[in-house]
T-cell receptor, first 110, second 111 residues
Framework: EAQVTQNPRYLITVTGKKLTVTCSQN?????MSWYRQDPGLGLRQIYY???????DKGDVPEGYKVSRKEKRNFPLILESPSPNQTSLYFC?????????FGSGTRLTVV | GEDVEQSLFLSVREGDSSVINCTYT??????LYWYKQEPGAGLQLLTY?????DMKQDQRLTVLLNKKDKHLSLRIADTQTGDSAIYFC???????????FGSGTRLSIRP
């Protein structure tokens, strides 16, 4: 089954403690992306990757890092999380006809 | 810049048709999408339409595209309680590097 797997689903952390949210896809797609969803703002793109070792900033990249060492994985790294990064995060991959999203990671930074 | 706008709320009676409207600004978009998000769940692609189409029908769903007015709509026939969700309109941006989402329309069904 084609899917995008994110982990963890829920995470509560403290300000400044580095964390990584993993994302893996089994569709052999070159494109992957991270979005955050906030009430009233819809989804906004954080970073995207067109291929292995190629990453670019989206609309709201500040405070985030990504890496794309292999095609299937695209982790999102928060080096020093802050409360304004409390949000619902979605990883996505894209094929010809559309994007497939993971189930989401709800992050709370206290 | 590119923008997608949609109303925040829609309430319909069970069994009626729901029509969710959306406007977008990027006239060069090639794909337009409708996603559904149920409470606590991820995003489910409902349907998409190519920019060279005017209409697409898929069972209870009908998508209408007016390119001149940059207006997209989603009609759900015979709305059921299971259709309660947030519906996102989205467009593929001209660089094909991202999809741009509207803020979502929360559809509620009343008996």
């Amino acid at each position: 089954e084609a899917q995008v797997t994110q982990n963890p689903r829920y995470l509560i952390t403290v300000t400044g403690k580095k964390l990584t949210v993993t994302c893996s896809q089994n569709m052999n797609h070159e494109y992957m992306s991270w979005y955050r969803q906030d009430p009233g703002l819809g989804l906004r793109q954080i970073y995207y990757s067109m291929n292995v070792e190629v990453t670019d900033k989206g609309d709201v990249p500040e405070g985030y890092k990504v890496s794309r060492k292999e095609k299937r994985n695209f982790p999102l790294i928060l080096e020093s999380p802050s409360p304004n990064q409390t949000s619902l995060y979605f990883c996505a991959t894209a094929g010809v006809t559309g994007y497939t999203f993971g189930s989401g990671t709800r992050l709370t930074v206290v | 810049g590119e923008d997608v706008e949609q109303s925040l709320f829609l309430s319909v009676r069970e069994g009626d048709s729901s029509v969710i409207n959306c406007t977008y600004t990027d006239s060069s978009s090639t794909y337009l999408y409708w996603y559904k998000q149920e409470p606590g769940a991820g995003l489910q692609l409902l349907t998409y339409i190519f920019s060279n189409m005017d209409m697409k029908q898929d069972q209870r769903l009908t998508v209408l595209l007016n390119k001149k007015d940059k207006h997209l709509s989603l009609r759900i026939a015979d709305t059921q309680t299971g259709d309660s969700a947030i519906y996102f309109c989205a467009e593929l941006d001209s660089s094909a590097s991202k999809i741009i989402f509207g803020s979502g329309t929360r559809l509620s069904i009343r008996p």
